[in-house]
């Protein structure tokens, strides 16, 4: 099966997902500073849901039935429980760069489960895409990455990682409903595991008392939550499992030049050489039609082949 190339609005929504997720880490980063974590998140979740909720009653969207709804609960535990869940535990004991290289796994991984759920066919394009932009990321990186790194806050990223690329292929398993109306089913399931899970861990249920902190947390809810679970799950729709998880490689890249921006530091010969490979396994991985990379080839192999003229 020939992955789809997407069309215009796709890419405009995808480039929306990467740059919003991208400003969502410097935001999440100041709401940490008050808001206990899992509660942090789950009143996030939980009041993104009832916005949707909202806005699917006054467009009077059908709530989704079925294996339809299966679906959206599926998407919900696995993209906005479990996987928060993990990711907040990890960042409490990891350091954001080897966070960022082990999350960047997530094209690799959605790939591979795509296969093995037979919803994509085995290709050498897709593969090599995904090797290019995590070893992007690992360059970026690689100035803040401590060897000893702690297993278990690891394998904790690692399995957030695999939580999302299975959230992106399971999605596509079953039959779509609108965006709006997936998403009021997703984000209510994951806020009530959010909301399990802090009781559980026995935190302190508190507001933000700092205006930074409400501006924060209502950019999360408006823009990171709504409007990029919305966009998710439109391009998830309408392009390959596969080729939607790559925003996961470009959104740490969106965060890195903002922190560099608003530090004045030097833009670093590492974030230009990892970016470029990053946008290579992007373009290769998900957007190249299979006869554009044949050709490139093919002109590559032309070129050794040549025989230097005579003298």
């Keep these: 099966m020939e992955p789809k190339v997407p069309n215009r609005p796709v890419l405009v929504a995808f480039g ?8 969502n880490a410097l ?5 940490e500073a008050e808001l206990p974590p899992f509660f942090g998140a789950a009143l996030r979740f939980g009041a993104a849901a009832i916005i949707i909720i909202i806005l699917m009653l ?9 294996r339809s709804f299966v679906g959206a609960v599926l998407f919900g535990i696995l993209a906005s429980g479990i996987s928060r869940a ?12 080897p966070s960022m290289v082990l999350l960047a796994l997530v094209p690799l991984l959605t790939f591979l489960f795509a296969c093995m759920h037979k919803l994509e066919n085995f290709s050498l394009k897709s593969l090599a895409g995904s090797f290019l932009a995590v070893g992007g990321i690992a360059v970026i990186v690689q100035g803040r990455i401590n060897t000893d790194m702690p297993i278990l806050p690891a394998l904790a990223v690692i399995g957030a990682a695999a939580c999302f690329a299975e959230a992106t292929v399971v999605i596509k398993l079953f039959p779509q409903s609108h965006p709006i109306t997936t998403n009021a089913v997703a984000l209510t399931t994951g806020s009530i595991f959010l909301f399990i899970l802090s009781a559980l861990s026995r935190e302190v249920p508190i507001l933000p008392s700092s205006i930074t902190t409400w501006e924060s947390f209502i950019y999360l809810i408006l823009i990171g939550s709504v409007a990029t679970f919305i966009l998710t799950i439109y391009v998830i729709n309408h392009w390959t499992a596969s080729a939607s998880s790559y925003q996961f490689v470009l959104f740490p890249i969106i965060t890195i030049i903002l922190g560099v921006e608003l530090a004045h530091e030097a833009m670093s010969g590492g974030l230009v050489i990892g970016t470029s490979l990053v946008l290579s396994g992007v373009y290769i991985g998900g957007i190249a039609k299979k006869g554009v990379i044949k050709n490139i080839s093919t002109g590559l192999s032309f070129k050794r082949k040549a025989r230097a003229p005579d003298c």
């Design 16 to 23: 929306m997902i990467v740059l919003f997720t991208g400003i």
């Design 27 to 31: 935001a999440v980063k100041s709401t």
């Design 58 to 66: 006054v467009l009077r969207l059908p709530l989704p039935r079925g």
């Design 86 to 97: 993990l990711l907040y535990y990890a960042l409490d004991n990891l350091p954001s760069g």
